[in-house]
């Protein structure tokens, strides 16, 4: 029988001071009762049946983000059901193991249902990742966890309130507290030890510059893994840029910090960049932003007790098989992010639901070329259906060109499978794709920018790979 997802009737998702205990909780509110929606646990090779019932009196359609599916199975907006209707999902999974999610993807509506609470979390197993878990002495939920961070706002009755101005259908809505699991002020309580931590950006629009540290100083960490699955080895760094709809996947050694002490997730202070024409930041519909775009954020207070658990395995210097995408030949498809006054647009254009904005020759591998104009504002760009690797990344600001690990302009983030990639501006990053696939027939998706009020606002285009 297909797990069965009832959408609908769900208040508000918002559990204000509670702990961490339950972490892998990720849910709404129902009847008072707090319900998690599901998180899946499955492996490669699996076939995975879901029927998606639709309680909402409007439209809705849950999408599976990061996930190498046909066109009928991506949830894209054209396939929303109407309140009562009910889609079924049959799908092998065929990803690398790793965190994925999922979430509503109806037409201009995607921000509010995700922001409201309908979205979870989606793991893919693989023996790569079991070994290297074993290894390391990894166990899901335990020291190896899930943080879905997010930004929310909450007014003081502790309702959600999703109400973007005009201004901030523009920028991107932010909320007043930042939320981890949907906790807010979160603590966790870990050990001595290596703790592996795998975060997703769940916001709609902001953007989040991780680090760690104990009291003054940093503590750098390693970056194992990123949307879809593990590096081919790790990568020290002391700071990553998240931004909405991407996942890292990171290893920080708590076994160097004394009994009794704390270590803090952080978002640091960075430029939020919006040089977009006449934007004057956020902060409308009366609720007082705590937190400016860029602004230093605490994040997750980790209370780090208890004897030392004995020093695990050193990392394995080769952590996954790693084939990076033959770019010889690759045809360059330029894509222009840009700003007409009034729109977010892609190549001069706005979300047409009929239109094809690219038609793609399967099997070809492709370089997308991400140009962000200078005055404009940063853009985590994602494309459905497929994954692809960063190439590089020409005239980033200083903030993201400090990251750099190699010439090619990369930071640690940037060295894995992706789904999802942030362009700032006056940036033009590249990426390759493989438009290899097993599914019948010709296939359309969607590339969209993944700050969700653009995305409902039209910075979308449909592609098809024939
Ligand atoms: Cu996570 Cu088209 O989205
Ligand atoms: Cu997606
Ligand atoms: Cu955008």
């Known amino acids: 029988a297909p797990l069965r997802f009832t959408v609908g009737g769900a208040k ?22 707090q319900r998690a929606n599901p998180t899946l646990l499955t492996k490669k090779g699996q076939v995975v049946e879901v029927a998606l019932n639709n309680g909402m009196p409007e439209p809705t359609i849950i999408h599976w983000h990061g996930l190498l599916v046909d066109g009928k199975t991506d949830g894209g907006p054209q396939l929303s059901i109407p309140q009562g209707g009910e889609y079924r999902y049959r799908f092998e999974v065929r990803n690398r193991a790793g965190m994925y999610w999922y979430h509503p993807h109806p037409h201009a509506t995607a921000a509010r249902q995700a922001y409201s609470g309908l979205a979870g979390l989606f793991f893919v197993d693989d023996d790569e990742e079991q070994a290297v878990r074993e290894k390391l002495g990894l166990e899901l939920g335990d020291n190896d966890l899930p943080l879905v961070i997010q930004d929310k706002r909450i007014d003081a009755d502790g309702q959600l309130v999703y109400r973007p101005t005009d201004e ?112 004057a930041g956020h902060g409308g519909s009366g609720a007082a932003i705590n937190w400016p775009d860029g602004a230093e954020i605490p994040l997750l207070k980790i209370a780090v007790d208890g004897a030392a658990v004995s020093t695990p395995a050193p990392l394995p210097n080769v952590l996954s098989r790693f084939d990076d995408i033959k770019v010889s030949n690759a045809k360059i498809r330029p894509w222009k992010l840009g700003w007409n006054g009034k729109d977010w647009l892609l190549n001069g254009k706005t979300f047409q639901m009929s239109e094809v904005a ?12 991400l140009q962000n104009e200078s005055q404009g504002m ?89």
């Open 168 to 279: 901030e259908w523009k920028g991107g809505y932010l909320g007043n507290e930042v939320l981890v699991n949907l906790t807010v002020a979160p603590l966790l309580k870990a050990t001595p030890r290596w703790y592996r931590l795998r975060m997703l950006n769940g916001s709609t629009a902001r953007i989040f510059n991780l680090a760690f540290f104990h009291g003054e100083r940093d503590l750098p960490f390693d970056v194992i893994g990123t949307d879809s699955g593990l590096l081919r080895r790790a990568q020290t760094a002391k700071r990553a840029f998240l931004s909405p709809g991407e996942r890292l996947d990171v290893l920080v050694n708590l076994a160097q910090v004394p009994a009794g002490q704390f270590v803090m997730l952080k978002s640091l202070a960075f430029d939020p960049m919006h040089q977009e024409g006449g934007h």
């Open 12 to 33: 508000q998702p918002v559990v204000p001071g509670k702990s961490l205990a339950n972490l892998l909780v990720y849910g709404s509110e129902q009847g008072g009762v």
């Open 358 to 369: 690219a038609t793609v020759r399967r099997n070809d591998v492709e370089i997308w070329e």
């Open 378 to 466: 940063p853009h985590p760009m994602h494309i459905h259906g497929f994954v692809f690797q960063v190439v590089s990344r020409q005239d980033s600001p200083k903030q993201q060109g400090e990251l750099a690990v190699d010439r090619t302009g990369r930071s640690a983030s940037d060295l894995g499978w992706k789904d999802t990639v942030l362009v700032w501006p006056g940036e033009t990053v590249r990426v390759a794709i493989d438009f290899n696939h097993p599914h019948a027939g010709a296939q359309t998706f969607m590339f969209h920018c993944h700050n969700l009020e653009h995305e409902d606002k039209g910075m979308m285009v449909n592609f098809r790979v024939a």
